[in-house]
């Protein structure tokens, strides 16, 4: 039925009354999905771990990799691992860490792991049986029936890959089993699919969702019997129709996702593009608690007062208190990572211009942006270092690999020049918020 054919059978006068009165619930638009079976159809999952202690310790919080997805043939450390344009070519990235490495082994050694999945999205159906099949682009995702809702607040706000966590473990060795059982791994290639699993039963483990329930019904029930007046919606990414839902607000989102081993609610909390806390308990009624409270404007601490299993780092303190650059330029002055060049950094931070923007780095480039919310500006000159050189580039063309359509340095101090060479006049101090919102305050 058309909307004009709509629109004469409910007797309305325009076609946007129509569409006002027909809209779609997110508890109807759950059904559909389900009834349609298309995330079985369109959903695989990889293994990802997590490094607890990297997180616990703020580790991560200064850039050392804490989350490590499965190909096969070795550990991914890319953050936004779903959202790759070259995955699985990976003998040359910097993210990668073979198995049969000593870094690799190293890592299978560690205790305090958690084992969890991530949903990728699988190609199109209707992909010309000529083309070699590859793992999608985030632009194919634009594609789907959840083109309707992506990421948190906006259709440009990523966010970490969701996982669904599993019992602690304190090896990875049972990761490796089931490769180690097939056909040995094939060399890393462009185009190569990851292994389908299938879809987890999580009936024994939640039985108030029944066989056809949601998480978002759930949780929706739980948040209105708390005492608090707001809308759970179903969770954007592609595959967590049943297993995750989020509530938005004007400038803050609460993520939740169930564990597929144990019985759990893992829970992230946003503000304006950053990841302010996370935190996991097995308590739905303590999920609509942390979710009602932070979504009510509760500070970090008042949420951890009132939901003791949330936790939280001193960059999302700073974040908080309005001074996260000077406080991500201190992280990178003080951390030891490998992939932090400690010379280049104080050769910007020497420069009133590059310090007064937010740093980050992204496959060991150091970019700077001018706000402090994800998904960051991609305005200013990146500085690459390669080989005891640091290639300056355009955030597009950044690469280890690349040509340098700036300028190559023998030295930190001029790189630096040619940053600050060619920043613009308008570049400003960072502020907080993410790019969309820069751009619609430079357009106002």
Same mark, same amino acid.
């Given at each position: 039925?058309?909307?004009?054919?709509?629109?004469?059978?409910?007797?309305?006068?325009?076609?946007?009354?129509?569409?006002?009165?027909?809209?779609?619930?997110?508890?109807?638009?759950?059904?559909?999905?389900?009834?349609?079976?298309?995330?079985?159809?369109?959903?695989?999952?990889?293994?990802?771990?997590?490094?607890?202690?990297?997180?616990?310790?703020?580790?991560?919080?200064?850039?050392?990799?804490?989350?490590?997805?499965?190909?096969?043939?070795?550990?991914?450390?890319?953050?936004?691992?779903?959202?790759?344009?070259?995955?699985?070519?990976?003998?040359?990235?910097?993210?990668?860490?073979?198995?049969?490495?000593?870094?690799?082994?190293?890592?299978? %050694?560690?205790?305090? /792991?958690?084992? $969890?999945?991530?949903?990728?999205?699988?190609?199109?159906?209707?992909?010309?049986?000529?083309?070699?099949?590859?793992?999608?682009?985030?632009?194919?995702?634009?594609?789907?029936?959840?083109?309707?809702?992506?990421?948190?607040?906006?259709?440009?706000?990523?966010?970490?890959?969701?996982?669904?966590?599993?019992?602690?473990?304190?090896?990875?060795?049972?990761?490796?089993?089931?490769?180690?059982?097939?056909?040995?791994? %094939?060399?890393?290639?462009?185009?190569?699919?990851?292994?389908?699993?299938?879809?987890?039963?999580?009936?024994?483990?939640?039985?108030?969702?029944?066989?056809?329930?949601?998480?978002?019904?759930?949780?929706?029930?739980?948040?209105?019997?708390?005492?608090?007046?707001?809308?759970? /919606? /179903?969770?954007?990414?592609?595959?967590?129709?049943?297993?995750?839902?989020?509530?938005?607000?004007?400038?803050?989102?609460?993520?939740?996702?169930?564990?597929?081993?144990?019985?759990?609610?893992?829970?992230?909390?946003?503000?304006?593009?950053?990841?302010?806390?996370?935190?996991?308990?097995?308590?739905?009624?303590?999920?609509?608690?942390?979710?009602?409270?932070?979504?009510?404007?509760?500070? $970090?601490?008042?949420?951890?007062?009132?939901?003791?299993?949330?936790?939280?780092?001193? $960059?999302?303190?700073?974040?908080?208190?309005?001074?996260?650059?000077?406080?991500?330029?201190?992280?990178?002055?003080?951390?030891? %990572?490998?992939?932090?060049?400690?010379?280049?950094?104080?050769?910007?931070?020497?420069?009133?211009?590059?310090?007064?923007?937010?740093?980050?780095?992204?496959?060991?480039?150091?970019?700077?942006?001018?706000?402090?919310?994800?998904?960051?500006?991609?305005?200013?000159?990146?500085?690459?270092?390669?080989?005891?050189?640091?290639?300056?580039?355009?955030?597009?063309?950044?690469?280890?690999?690349?040509?340098?359509?700036?300028?190559?340095?023998?030295?930190?101090?001029?790189?630096?020049? /040619?940053?600050?060479?060619?920043?613009?006049?308008?570049?400003?101090?960072?502020?907080?918020?993410?790019?969309?919102?820069?751009?619609?305050?430079?357009?106002?």
């Amino acid at each position: 039925m058309t909307l004009s054919e709509l629109q004469e059978w409910l007797g309305r006068r325009t076609p946007e009354a129509t569409a006002h009165y027909a809209k779609i619930t997110p508890n109807t638009l759950a059904r559909v999905y389900n009834d349609a079976d298309y995330f079985a159809r369109n959903v695989r999952t990889v293994a990802v771990l997590v490094d607890r202690d990297a997180v616990a310790s703020g580790a991560a919080a200064s850039g050392e990799p804490w989350q490590y997805y499965d190909v096969g043939h070795g550990w991914c450390t890319y953050s936004f691992f779903e959202q790759c344009e070259r995955r699985m070519a990976c003998a040359r990235c910097d993210f990668y860490t073979p198995t049969n490495g000593s870094r690799g082994q190293l890592l299978e %050694a560690k205790d305090n /792991l958690q084992k $969890l999945l991530a949903n990728i999205p699988s190609p199109k159906t209707n992909t010309p049986p000529s083309t070699t099949a590859k793992l999608p682009s985030t632009s194919s995702w634009h594609d789907s029936p959840m083109s309707l809702a992506r990421h948190h607040a906006t259709s440009e706000h990523p966010r970490q890959p969701h996982c669904y966590p599993s019992s602690r473990s304190g090896t990875a060795r049972s990761l490796r089993q089931a490769t180690k059982s097939g056909p040995p791994p %094939a060399a890393p290639t462009e185009g190569r699919s990851v292994t389908s699993q299938p879809a987890p039963d999580l009936t024994s483990l939640y039985p108030g969702l029944g066989r056809d329930g949601t998480l978002q019904i759930a949780l929706q029930k739980a948040v209105d019997q708390a005492g608090y007046r707001f809308d759970v /919606l /179903l969770e954007r990414a592609p595959g967590w129709k049943r297993t995750g839902a989020r509530a938005d607000g004007d400038s803050r989102a609460t993520s939740v996702h169930l564990g597929i081993q144990d019985r759990c609610f893992v829970m992230s909390f946003w503000e304006r593009g950053v990841a302010m806390a996370k935190g996991t308990t097995t308590s739905l009624n303590e999920a609509a608690t942390a979710t009602g409270d932070w979504q009510s404007g509760a500070t $970090l601490e008042e949420l951890q007062s009132a939901c003791p299993f949330v936790h939280y780092g001193p $960059l999302a303190e700073a974040h908080e208190r309005g001074d996260a650059v000077e406080t991500r330029w201190t992280i990178y002055r003080q951390t030891a %990572a490998s992939h932090v060049d400690q010379d280049l950094i104080e050769a910007c931070y020497a420069q009133p211009q590059l310090r007064a923007l937010f740093p980050f780095h992204s496959h060991r480039s150091l970019n700077f942006s001018r706000c402090t919310g994800f998904p960051y500006t991609h305005d200013v000159p990146v500085v690459t270092p390669v080989d005891g050189r640091y290639r300056v580039s355009w955030w597009e063309t950044r690469s280890p690999q690349g040509p340098a359509d700036i300028g190559e340095a023998d030295n930190p101090r001029d790189a630096v020049a /040619l940053v600050v060479a060619h920043l613009s006049p308008e570049c400003g101090p960072a502020v907080a918020g993410t790019a969309k919102d820069l751009g619609k305050s430079d357009s106002t």
